[in-house]
C-alpha cells in the first residue's frame, strides 16, 4: 500500500511539473493542451516579473536626474558668460564653475526670502540632503612621461603624455602637505578605475575633501586656485558628491568630470545615478517583497523543470534554442537574486557606516555598482522572457511563418552578411581616414562604424563631410548610399522575401492540424454549449445538411460551420473520419453515422466535441 501510495505521490508530482517534453502525448490535443498550461504558467511569471522590474523604476527617476543635471550642467558659470559646464575650454573657466555653480547649486543655505534654512544642513532645492561633504580629486601624469624630438629638446623642456596608469605622477607637489597634495593611491580611497572620454582613470590620486558649509568650501578652492592646484601635468579632475531626498525615497549619486587632454582644452562629462538604497518603507515596497518570494517560487520550479527535462533527454536537450534559452533565462535569474540579496545585506551594513560622519565623503560607489549591475542583469533577463513568448505564439501556424522563415534563410543571410560588413567596414577604414581630423562623427573608428548605420537610417549630416572633403566627401556618400542602400539592403530583403513566398507556398500545401488558438476555441465553445448559449456541432451540422437537401460537400460545410465559429481543423476531421467513400460529400448514411457517434460520446464524455 505505501509502495503504490508513494508511487503515485511520484507520479502527481511528475504532473505538476509536467511539460511537452516529460508527458508522453499521443494526440495533438493533448500535446497542446501541455502546451496551454506551459503557457498560462508562464504568463503569470511574466507578469509577476514585469511588476518587479517596473517597481523599481518610475518617472520620478527621470525627473530626479533632470533638475540635478540641471543645475549644475547647464547654469552659466556667471550672469555675464554663457559658458557652462558642458561648454568649458580652459583650466580657468574650471574655476570659475567651481567657484560658480557648484558652490550655488551645493550649499542652500537661504531661502527666497533670505531668511536661514537649518544650520549645518544642505538642502539642495530644498529637498535634497546633501549627505557628508563634497570630494574635488584630480589625477596627473609625470613630467618626461613622453619623448620630446631632439631637434626641438632645446625649446621644449617638458612633456606630459595621455593618461595611463605607468605614466601617472605620485610625488607631492606644491604645499606638499594634506591629502590635496600628497598621493593616496586608489586601495586606500576605497575606489575604482572610472571611464572617460579620452582614458580610463585610477581611484586613486590628489584630493580634497571639502566643507558642508559654503564659506570654508570656498576658501578651500581658493587655497587649491591660488597655489596652482591644477597644472599642466593634470589629465582629469572628479567632482564626487551625493544627495538623498526622502520625498521618493531615491540617492543620488552624481561624479562631475573634467579631463585635460595633452593637447590642451577642457572635455568634460558627467554621471547622476538615482539608486533606491533603502528598501521596504512604503505598503508597495512591502507588496513588491510578496512578488520577490513568488518570483523565487517561479525560478525553483523552473529549475526543477530544467532539470527533469535534461534528465530525460541528456545532451539532446541543448539541440534546441529555445532550451538553451529557458537555462539561460534561470542563470540571469539566480544571478539577480544573488546580487539582490548581497546588495541588500551589504547596504545594511554600509550605509549606517557612511552616514555616522557627516564631515566625511560618504563612498556610495560601490552600492552604486551593484545596484549598477542588478538593473543590468534584470533588464537582459526581462528582454530575454519577453523574446520566449516567440516560443508559445510559434504553435500558431500564422506565427510560425516567422519562425520559418528565419530558420530556411539563415544560411543566405549569413553568406550576405559576411559580404554587407566586408563592404561596410571597407567604408568604415575610408571615412576613419579622410573625415576623422575634422568631423566628430568619424574621429575614431567605432564612431564611424556607428555613423554609417546612422546613413542607412537617414540621419546623417552631409555639409560637414563635403566641407571635409569636397571630392572624397560627395564621392564617399554617394557610392556608399548607392551601394549599401539601393543594392546590399535590397538583397536582403530579396532573400527574406523568396524564404517568406517558400515557407508560406508550403504551409498552405500542408495538412491542417489542431493548433493553439483551435484548443481555446474548442474550450470555448463546449463551456458556452454546457451553458445552452451555443448549438453543438451536431446540431449545427444537422442544420447545415437540412439545408443542403441530404449532401453536403466539404467547401459548403467549411464555409458555413468556420461562419458558426469552427476551426478548419475541427471541420476537417469531420470529413476524414465520415467521408467514407471519399467524395467530399457527406450523405445522408454518412451523416446519420456521424450523428450516432457523437451522441454515443455526448453521453459518455459529457457533449464532447469531434476531434
Not at 543620488?252 to 562629462?269: A, D, N, R
Not at 549591475?373 to 513568448?389: D, E, P, R
Not at 501556424?397 to 560588413?421: N, Y
Not at 539592403?489 to 530579396?494: E, R
Amino acid at each position: 500500500h505505501r509502495v503504490a501510495w508513494a508511487k503515485g505521490l511520484a507520479r502527481r508530482l511528475r504532473g505538476f511539473w509536467g511539460t511537452r517534453l516529460t508527458e508522453e502525448n499521443t494526440s495533438r490535443e493533448k500535446y497542446l493542451k501541455s502546451v496551454l498550461r506551459e503557457l498560462i504558467t508562464y504568463l503569470i511569471f511574466l507578469l509577476v516579473l514585469c511588476i518587479l522590474s517596473y517597481g523599481m523604476v518610475s518617472s520620478s527617476t527621470y525627473y530626479y536626474t533632470r533638475v540635478m543635471s540641471q543645475l549644475f550642467i547647464e547654469t552659466p558659470v556667471s550672469k555675464m558668460e554663457k559658458t557652462n559646464f558642458k561648454t568649458l575650454s580652459t583650466m580657468e573657466d574650471f574655476w570659475k564653475f567651481t567657484e560658480g555653480p557648484l558652490l550655488e547649486g551645493l550649499y542652500w543655505d537661504m531661502w527666497y526670502n533670505n531668511k536661514s534654512v537649518a544650520e549645518n544642513r544642505s538642502f539642495i532645492y530644498y529637498e535634497n540632503l546633501l549627505l557628508g561633504v563634497p570630494r574635488i580629486r584630480q589625477l596627473k601624469v609625470r613630467n618626461g612621461s613622453c619623448s620630446i624630438p631632439e631637434d626641438l629638446k632645446d625649446e621644449i623642456k617638458e612633456c606630459y603624455d595621455v593618461y595611463s596608469v605607468g605614466n601617472e605622477d605620485t610625488a607631492p607637489f606644491g604645499l606638499r602637505n594634506g591629502t590635496a597634495w600628497t598621493y593616496t593611491s586608489e586601495k586606500d580611497m576605497n575606489g575604482s578605475s572610472q571611464w572617460g572620454l579620452i582614458a580610463t582613470y585610477s581611484g586613486g590620486g590628489y584630493y580634497q575633501d571639502l566643507s558642508r558649509s559654503r564659506e570654508e568650501t570656498s576658501a578651500l578652492l581658493a587655497i587649491l586656485k591660488n597655489n596652482l592646484w591644477l597644472d599642466r601635468g593634470t589629465r582629469a579632475t572628479f567632482i564626487d558628491f551625493s544627495v538623498y531626498n526622502a520625498n521618493i525615497n531615491l540617492f543620488c549619486i552624481i561624479k562631475l568630470l573634467v579631463e585635460f587632454p595633452p593637447t590642451g582644452g577642457v572635455l568634460t562629462s558627467w554621471q547622476f545615478q538615482p539608486v533606491k538604497l533603502i528598501h521596504y518603507l512604503s505598503t508597495f515596497d512591502f507588496f513588491l517583497a510578496a512578488c520577490e518570494i513568488v518570483f523565487c517560487l517561479f525560478i525553483l520550479y523552473y529549475v526543477v523543470e530544467e532539470i527533469l527535462e535534461i534528465h530525460i533527454y541528456s545532451l539532446y536537450y541543448f539541440r534546441s534554442l529555445w532550451n538553451c534559452l529557458d537555462v539561460l533565462i534561470i542563470v540571469l535569474s539566480v544571478a539577480a537574486i544573488g546580487v539582490n540579496i548581497y546588495r541588500t545585506s551589504t547596504v545594511d551594513k554600509l550605509l549606517k557606516t557612511l552616514l555616522e560622519n557627516q564631515n566625511h565623503f560618504p563612498n556610495f560607489e560601490l552600492l552604486a555598482y551593484w545596484q549598477t549591475q542588478f538593473s543590468n542583469i534584470a533588464a537582459v533577463t526581462m528582454f530575454f522572457v519577453w523574446i520566449k513568448l516567440f516560443k508559445f505564439i510559434s504553435f500558431n501556424r500564422t506565427m510560425s511563418q516567422l519562425s520559418t522563415t528565419m530558420s530556411r534563410c539563415a544560411k543566405d543571410v549569413l553568406g550576405f552578411a559576411i559580404m554587407f560588413f566586408i563592404i561596410f567596414i571597407a567604408y568604415a577604414q575610408l571615412a576613419y581616414l579622410v573625415f576623422g581630423t575634422q568631423v566628430s562623427d568619424f574621429s575614431t573608428f567605432q564612431d564611424s562604424v556607428f555613423a554609417q548605420f546612422r546613413i542607412l537610417l537617414g540621419d546623417f549630416d552631409f555639409t560637414e563631410v563635403e566641407e571635409a572633403n569636397r571630392v572624397l566627401g560627395p564621392l564617399y556618400f554617394t557610392t556608399f548610399v548607392f551601394f549599401m542602400f539601393f543594392i546590399l539592403l535590397n538583397m536582403f530583403l530579396a532573400i527574406i522575401n523568396d524564404t517568406y513566398s517558400e515557407v508560406k507556398s508550403d504551409m498552405a500545401q500542408q495538412k491542417s492540424e489542431m493548433e493553439l488558438s483551435d484548443l481555446i476555441k474548442k474550450g470555448y465553445t463546449k463551456a458556452m454549449v454546457k451553458l445552452r448559449l451555443k448549438k453543438t456541432p451536431v446540431d449545427d451540422i444537422s442544420e447545415s445538411l437540412r439545408q443542403s437537401g441530404g449532401k453536403l460537400n466539404f467547401d459548403e460545410l467549411r464555409q458555413d460551420l468556420k461562419g458558426k465559429g469552427h476551426t478548419d481543423a475541427e471541420i476537417e476531421a469531420i470529413f476524414t473520419k465520415y467521408d467514407q467513400d471519399g467524395d467530399q460529400e457527406l450523405t445522408e448514411l454518412e451523416h446519420q453515422q456521424m450523428r450516432d457517434d457523437l451522441e454515443k460520446e455526448r453521453v459518455s464524455c459529457g457533449l464532447e466535441v469531434i476531434n
